[in-house]
């Protein structure tokens, strides 16, 4: 016998009963209550913590057991299993250990594997007209305070034009546009946006040593826009920041902002790698050395040195993304964790190693 409340599912009114069994059966005795079922007719919660049991009746009764122990011993009598397989995975460390780390896997397969392939799939789909619209928007915020008209001349420019629109690979390139901006603040860089806008800087240009180091930075971007990284980039950042948002509350505190930061600049390290290694072939495609792009990387590495030390930087040929030497190795290392580029040291030894 295993004392219960009985509501009748009619009114809130609840009733003192008892519960009895018999092989197969379960009866329920209380003052105005009298009721037998087949236990095949009946549907029994599981077993959660404390919370208490619950028998469905037909008609929308139920009865509400807070005794476990006797309600099990019960349930024995009636020739049933007391524990539902949910209830001993609840009970069981190992399960829970198993469960949580099925989780961490599913998520890490998730924004390591499931996230870029689906955003792959989504800028195939972006059309032409709205990525034009983000290069028109990018641009003109850059013009609002970061970049100026260029100050090469209309003769320089249209030369490297021409070049860069004679590069050609073994299949078509996606519409692709060169702008040139004066931008002391950015310093010596290129970047390609979503709609296929590569922007180089004056800086740049005058950092090269001829026209063949500015081709293959550019060729590097050209990398990014035939396979649609900067878009690719925009929606799974997006995706990312909502669901950290979603998870933590505000992206915008400390602790979402920096899982948010690692998760996105990931996918940044692998988009340099696949550029580098498109850019080496396009360049040797088009007759020109790949060295060139680790030539021009080296020098990018001096030169943003520089600007951060205020003109002085070593130069022992341990170059990392940040400038950082020698003892400062394990500071690089830290810092290559957060940077959206792959230590650049590796990527001038990889460029090489395929150049040869």
């Known amino acids: 016998m295993v004392h219960a409340l009985y509501f009748d599912g009619i009114s809130a009114r609840q009733l003192a009963v008892t519960l009895h069994a018999a092989p197969g059966m379960i009866e329920v005795r209380g003052e105005g209550v009298q009721r037998a079922e087949p236990l ?14 619950l028998i469905y009746f037909s008609g929308g009764a139920h009865c509400q057991v807070g005794n476990h122990a006797e309600f099990e011993g019960l349930l ?20 829970a250990v198993a469960a949580t780390l099925l989780f961490v896997v599913f998520l890490f397969a998730t924004f390591t594997w499931g996230l870029p392939w689906a955003a792959q799939l989504a800028a195939e789909k972006v059309p032409p007209r709205l990525t034009a619209q983000l290069d028109a928007h990018f641009v003109q915020s850059l013009d609002d305070g970061m970049t100026q008209a260029s100050k090469l001349s209309q003769a320089r420019q249209a030369a490297l034009r021409k ?20 931008s002391p603040a950015i310093g010596a860089n290129a970047f390609a946006l979503p709609g296929g806008t590569v922007v180089v800087t004056d800086q740049l240009v005058q950092l090269a040593d001829g026209d063949e180091e500015v081709l293959a930075v550019l060729a590097h971007e050209l990398g990014h826009v035939k396979e649609r990284h900067p878009l690719r980039q925009l929606l799974q950042s997006s995706v990312v920041g909502l669901a950290m948002a979603w998870y933590l509350g505000d992206v915008s505190t400390l602790l979402a902002a920096a899982p948010t930061m690692l998760l996105e600049t990931s996918y940044s390290r692998n988009f340099e790698r696949r550029a580098d290694r498109y850019a080496t072939e396009l360049l040797r495609m088009n007759g020109i050395a790949p060295t060139k792009l680790a030539d021009m990387l080296e020098k990018l590495v001096t030169a943003h040195s520089a600007a951060k030390k205020g ?29 959206t580029h792959p230590d650049t040291g590796e990527r001038i030894r990889e460029i090489r190693e395929a150049a040869q």
């Not at 095949?40 to 049991?53: E, F």
């Not at 009598?77 to 399960?95: C, F, I, K, M, T």
């Not at 629109?165 to 004066?182: G, K, S």
Request: proline share 5%; glycine share 10%; charged share 25%.
């Open 76 to 95: 024995r009598d009636a020739g049933v299993a007391p524990q539902s397989l949910l209830a001993r995975l609840e009970n069981s460390w190992r399960h």
């Open 311 to 339: 003109g002085k930087t070593r130069n022992d040929g341990k170059t990392g993304n940040d400038g950082k030497t020698g003892n400062d190795g394990k500071a690089a290392r830290i810092f290559e964790l957060i940077s």
């Open 40 to 53: 095949s007719a009946v549907r029994i919660s599981s077993k959660l913590g404390s919370s208490p049991r």
């Open 163 to 182: 070049r860069f629109y004679a590069l050609r690979d073994a299949n078509i390139l996606p519409p692709h546009t060169l702008l040139f901006r004066n």
